[in-house]
């Protein structure tokens, strides 16, 4: 029987049986899991609190057949501002439902993770959500090998120069007006926004805050990330 000293963040939870509590978690060292902790929605319990829908904790674990079995759990950091406010639950909360849909279980990811725990902190301080989400959603997919192509046309390769061009989710990213076929589903995107999602996947957590997008620029981000990720998992999503 193996057992495991790991730190992680818990996605998501739901109840079963007398108290216990079934958890997708993210962790360091063994990727993202799936828990269970025995007792753990007691009001008594040592772990209630540790494990709270995105806080970040050090957890002991015992490998069973298809799950790891939670002993303990010791918070480390709790984002308390999320739970007063629906606008930041709800960011939370895609953060969380998208991560879990691209990080595969027992896969290592460790510059997501920390990604997961960036955005998390960002929006508990206050930076506007819908900034912090259209950055996460893009270092989400840069993180899991679906980065868009953003600064030459993905077919042709040619560099872009501030045109007028296209995004197509089969392509995976930019294309020129030339290389656009007649059919299939394309945005027109202008010079503004491919500028925009080139900053959003550069910036760092420290800058985020700093940075500066017309709101309809940021609005025209997260409608062509709705697609390119839907059309990544296989199915339409609706992001905030």
């Known amino acids: 029987m193996k057992f495991y000293l790991d730190e992680g963040i818990v996605l998501k939870g739901s109840d079963f049986g007398e108290g216990h509590r079934l958890l997708t978690i993210i962790t360091k060292e063994l990727g993202k899991i799936k828990a269970v902790a025995y007792g753990a929605k007691k009001v008594k319990s040592k772990k209630r609190g540790a494990l709270l829908e995105f806080s970040r904790t050090n957890i002991y674990l015992r490998q069973s057949n298809d799950y790891f079995i939670v002993e303990q759990a010791e918070g480390r950091e709790y984002f ?3 739970y007063g406010n629906k606008e930041l ?3 939370a909360g895609q953060i ?18 920390n990604w997961v725990l960036y955005s998390l902190r960002l929006l508990n301080s206050g930076v506007w959500p819908r900034i912090v989400l259209r950055n996460f959603e893009l270092k989400l997919l840069a993180f899991t090998g679906f980065r868009p192509i953003t600064t030459h ?5 040619k560099p872009y120069r501030g045109e007028v061009w296209y995004f197509g989710a089969g392509e995976g ?3 020129c007006p030339s290389c656009r ?3 299939g589903i394309y945005f027109e995107i202008f010079p503004e926004v ?3 999602m080139n900053a959003l996947l550069l910036a760092s957590p420290e800058k985020l805050p700093e940075l500066l997008l017309d709101e309809r620029v940021v609005d ?3 409608t062509i990330l709705e697609y390119f990720l839907g059309y990544q998992i296989g199915e339409p999503i609706r992001l905030i």
């Open 153 to 157: 046309c993905a077919v042709c390769r």
């Open 173 to 175: 990213g930019i294309v």
């Open 181 to 183: 076929p007649e059919e």
């Open 194 to 196: 491919v500028k925009g």
């Open 80 to 82: 308390p501002n999320l």
């Open 89 to 91: 639950l709800d960011a």
């Open 220 to 222: 025209r981000v997260r």
């Open 96 to 113: 969380a439902w998208l991560t879990d849909r691209f990080w595969p279980l027992g896969q290592l990811n460790p510059k997501l993770y």
